[in-house]
C-alpha cells in the first residue's frame, strides 16, 4: 500500500480525489442551502395559493356545511386551516394531530399576525409552536396570515399553516438524493481518477523501467513512441539517449581496450599515481616490478617502492616538471620518466616509465669484456708472431736449431690463434641457433667408455689415474648426436687432466636419474673457487687469473660446453672447492 501512495500514480489521484472532493463539498451546501430555499418558496406559494382560494370562498358569504367541505377539500394531511374574525373569535378550525387549541391559540395571539387584521397583504412567518404529533414538544412551523375582506372590508383573517415533519421529509428525500448523488459522482470520480492517473502515468513507468535497465548497462531497451505528445517526445529522446549511451560506452571500452592492450603488451613498466601518492593503474612488468621490489624491501615497509622513485614523485607532483632519470638500485639499473597528469588546470598525479636496463648494461659490459678478453688473447700470439719472424727475417739467429725452435713455435702459436678463431664462430652460431645436431641411436655406454679412454696417453703423461664407471648395460642406448658430446667430453676430461696434480685421478661415471642419463666428470685437482663458480661457463673464463699460457686454453670450451648439451634439450652443473677437487655433471635424456 506504501507503494501506491508513494508512487506517482497514488500522489495524481490523491489529488484529482482532493480537488473533486472539494468541488463536491462546496456543490453539495450550495445545492442543500438552494434545496432548502426552494422548499420554502414553494411552499410559501402552495399557502397563498391554497388561503386565495379559501378566501374566496369565505369573502362576502357566511359559512355553511358546503363551503366546509370544499375548503375540507383544499386542505391536504399536511396542510392545517384556521379562520378568525378576530383575535378572540375563531369561526373555523382544521387541524390533525395533538395540541390543537395550544396550536390555534398560539397562532392568533402570535404578536406577529397582530397587523393581519388591519392590512390588505398576507404575512409569512416561521414560528416555534407545539407539535401536533408529539406532547411537549416544540417543532418550527410556516405560518401564513391571510387577511378577508368583505365588501370592501376587512373582517378576519386565514391562517394556514404547514405541519413541520411534511416540510423535514421533504428537506431529508432532498439531502439524501443530493448525498447520495456526490457519493456516486465520488465513487466514479475515484475510479475515473485511477484509470486515468494510471493511463498517464503508465508511459513514466515504463520510462522509468527503462532508466533502472539503462543504468544496468542494457541499451538494446527501447520505448514505444505512440503518443505525439510531450510524454511520446520524451520517450524519442530516452531512445536517442540510449542510443548515444550505447555508442559512447562503445567507443570508452574500445579505447580502454586499446589502452589496456597497449599497456599490457609493453615491455616497459608504466605505473599510475594518484596525487597523495597511492598506485592507481600498473601493467604486467609494473606488477613484476612492484613484486620485486616488495621482496627487496620488505615486508616492514608501507612504501611499496624505494625512496628514490619518492623523491622524484615529490619534485613532479610539486613543481609540476618531467624528470628523466638513470638510476641504480641494487644490482639493476632502470631508466625512469616521471610525467604529471593533469585534471582541467590541476595536476591530479603522475605516470611513471620505468625501463629496466639491468640485462642491456650486462650485455655492454660483456661486449666490453669480450673485446678486451679477445684482444687480450689475441695480443700474445700475435706479438710472439710478429717477435719470431722479425728474429728470422733480420738474422739474429744464426743456427740451423735456433730457426727450426723459433718456426716451431709461430706454428704453435699459430694453430693456438686457429683454434680460438674455430671456437668463436662455433660458439657465435651455438648462440644464434645454427647449429644442427645430427643425432643416431648408440649405444651409450661403449661410446662413453672410447671417449675416455681415448686419454688414456695423455693421463699417463701427467701421471693422472684415468677410470670409467657405469650403471647402465652394455646394450642400453642413447640417442645423441655422438660428434658432439665427443666434443663436450674432451674439453670436460683435458681440463680435469690439465688441473689435477701428479698421483692425482680422473673419474668418468655413469648413472640413472629417473629419464636423464647423468654423467659426471670428476677430478681430484685443484678445485675452482666458490666466487668463481658462477662464472665458470662464460666465454672467456680462467680460473688462473694471471691468464698464463702454462695451462693452455682459450677460456671458450666450457660456453661451448654448455650449448652442446642444452641442445641436446640437458643440462650441465658443476661442483667444487678449493683443493677439493672438481666434480662436472651433465644430463641427457633417455628415450622413452
Do not use: C
Not at 387577511?147 to 421533504?170: R, S, T
Not at 475515484?190 to 493511463?199: C, D, G, K, P, Q
Not at 571500452?253 to 592507481?280: G, P, W, Y
Not at 616488495?294 to 615497509?301: A, D, K
Request: glycine letters at 4%; proline letters at 3%; hydrophobic letters at 40%.
Amino acid at each position: 500500500m506504501n507503494r501506491i501512495w508513494n508512487s506517482i500514480v497514488g500522489k495524481l489521484w490523491v489529488t484529482i480525489l482532493l480537488l473533486v472532493s472539494f468541488v463536491l463539498f462546496i456543490f453539495t451546501i450550495f445545492m442543500l442551502e438552494f434545496l432548502s430555499n426552494y422548499h420554502k418558496e414553494q411552499s410559501e406559494e402552495s399557502l397563498r395559493q391554497t388561503a386565495a382560494a379559501i378566501a374566496s370562498i369565505v369573502d362576502d358569504e357566511d359559512l355553511d356545511d358546503r363551503k366546509l367541505s370544499v375548503i375540507s377539500e383544499l386542505m391536504t394531511n399536511t396542510t392545517s386551516v384556521l379562520v378568525a374574525q378576530n383575535p378572540n373569535d375563531v369561526i373555523y378550525a382544521k387541524q390533525e394531530g395533538v395540541n390543537q387549541q395550544q396550536i390555534q391559540q398560539e397562532i392568533i395571539s402570535s404578536k406577529a399576525f397582530k397587523e393581519v387584521y388591519k392590512i390588505t397583504e398576507p404575512i409569512v412567518k416561521e414560528l416555534i409552536l407545539p407539535s401536533n404529533t408529539e406532547e411537549d414538544k416544540k417543532s418550527s412551523y410556516m405560518v401564513l396570515g391571510f387577511p378577508l375582506k368583505g365588501n370592501g372590508e376587512l373582517h378576519g383573517a386565514i391562517f394556514i399553516y404547514k405541519n413541520p415533519d411534511a416540510v423535514d421529509q421533504a428537506s431529508k428525500n432532498t439531502t439524501t438524493i443530493v448525498f447520495l448523488a456526490a457519493a456516486i459522482a465520488f465513487i466514479l470520480t475515484t475510479i475515473f481518477a485511477f484509470f486515468l492517473s494510471s493511463r498517464i502515468t503508465y508511459p513514466l513507468r515504463k520510462m522509468r523501467e527503462h532508466a533502472f535497465e539503462l543504468s544496468k548497462g542494457r541499451f538494446d531497451s527501447k520505448l514505444d513512441t505512440k503518443q505525439n505528445d510531450e510524454i511520446g517526445q520524451l520517450a524519442v529522446a530516452f531512445n536517442q539517449m540510449g542510443r548515444q549511451l550505447k555508442h559512447h560506452l562503445e567507443v570508452i571500452n574500445q579505447e580502454k581496450e586499446q589502452l589496456s592492450s597497449i599497456l599490457t603488451s609493453m615491455t616497459d613498466a608504466v605505473i599510475t599515481f594518484n596525487r597523495d601518492q597511492t598506485i592507481l593503474v600498473s601493467n604486467p612488468p609494473a606488477e613484476r616490478l612492484l613484486q620485486k621490489w616488495f621482496v627487496t624491501i620488505g615486508l616492514n615497509s608501507a612504501r611499496p617502492i624505494p625512496e628514490e622513485l619518492y623523491h622524484m614523485l615529490d619534485h613532479v607532483l610539486n613543481f609540476e616538471d618531467e624528470l628523466d632519470e638513470e638510476l641504480e638500485l641494487g644490482k639493476s639499473y632502470y631508466s625512469i620518466t616521471f610525467s604529471p597528469l593533469y585534471s582541467g588546470n590541476a595536476i591530479r598525479g603522475a605516470v611513471a616509465v620505468i625501463r629496466d636496463k639491468t640485462e642491456e648494461t650486462k650485455l655492454e659490459k660483456l661486449k666490453s669484456d669480450f673485446i678486451a678478453n679477445v684482444s687480450h688473447e689475441l695480443r700474445t700470439p700475435i706479438a710472439m708472431l710478429q717477435g719470431y719472424s722479425e728474429a728470422i727475417i733480420d738474422g739474429v739467429v744464426t743456427s740451423e736449431e735456433e730457426q727450426q725452435e723459433m718456426i716451431r713455435v709461430i706454428y704453435d702459436e699459430s694453430q693456438r690463434m686457429g683454434r680460438l678463431v674455430t671456437d668463436l664462430l662455433d660458439l657465435a652460431r651455438m648462440e644464434s641457433g645454427h647449429m644442427t645436431l645430427y643425432k643416431e641411436m648408440v649405444p651409450l655406454v661403449s661410446v662413453i667408455e672410447r671417449m675416455t679412454h681415448k686419454f688414456g696417453q695423455v693421463a699417463k703423461e701427467h701421471q693422472v689415474r684415468l677410470q670409467f664407471e657405469s650403471e647402465f648395460t652394455p646394450d642400453s642406448t642413447i640417442r645423441i648426436d655422438e660428434d658432439r658430446i665427443e666434443q663436450v667430453l674432451t674439453n670436460l676430461i683435458d681440463n680435469a687432466i690439465r688441473h689435477t696434480s701428479e698421483n692425482g685421478s680422473v673419474t668418468v661415471s655413469i648413472l640413472r636419474e629417473k629419464t636423464f642419463a647423468k654423467i659426471q666428470v670428476s677430478d681430484t685437482g685443484q678445485g675452482i673457487p666458490q666466487e668463481d663458480l658462477p662464472y665458470v661457463f662464460e666465454r672467456f673464463y680462467k680460473a688462473d687469473k694471471a691468464r698464463t699460457r702454462s695451462k693452455g686454453g682459450t677460456g671458450l670450451g666450457l660456453a661451448i660446453t654448455r650449448n652442446i648439451i642444452e641442445a641436446h634439450k640437458g643440462s650441465i652443473t658443476v661442483e667444487s672447492g678449493e683443493q677439493q677437487g672438481t666434480t662436472f655433471t651433465f644430463y641427457l635424456p633417455l628415450p622413452e
